[in-house]
């Protein structure tokens, strides 16, 4: 198993998405999966692991939600607001990613 910091060198250079398959290739130790979905759609179902931050919560909370020294990786339903809320912790100095195609990407890729 990979750590995400070896598979993600890239992120200096504008890469900002992983996809599932790499996500589930890398150790989970030195990141963090943040659902930004609200409530409602939380409980409809969500990654084993993950942590639910809403996104307007993430947006004015992030810096004392989330560790610093982890890879935050995002995710929504289908990649929108996911994308929105890495782009906000990039801007605040976070490493952080987005789930490819949010959680409808990552469950016709491992049939949940």
């Not at 307007?56 to 992030?62: H, P």
Request: glycine letters at 8%; charged letters at 20%.
């Amino acid at each position: 198993m990979q750590n995400i910091h070896e598979l993600y060198p890239l992120l200096a250079h504008g890469t900002f998405e992983i996809s599932p398959k790499e996500l589930q290739s890398v150790s989970w130790q030195d990141l963090c999966l943040v659902d930004v979905r609200n409530a409602s759609e939380w409980q409809e179902g969500f990654i084993n692991g993950a942590i639910n931050i809403p996104l307007m919560r993430l947006l004015m909370s992030a810096p004392y939600e989330l560790e610093a020294n982890k890879v935050i990786v995002t995710y929504c339903h289908s990649g929108n607001r996911s994308s929105l809320a890495a782009k906000q912790l990039r801007s605040l100095g976070f490493q952080s990613l987005t789930l490819e195609g949010g959680i409808e990407n990552w469950r016709a890729v491992n049939g949940k």
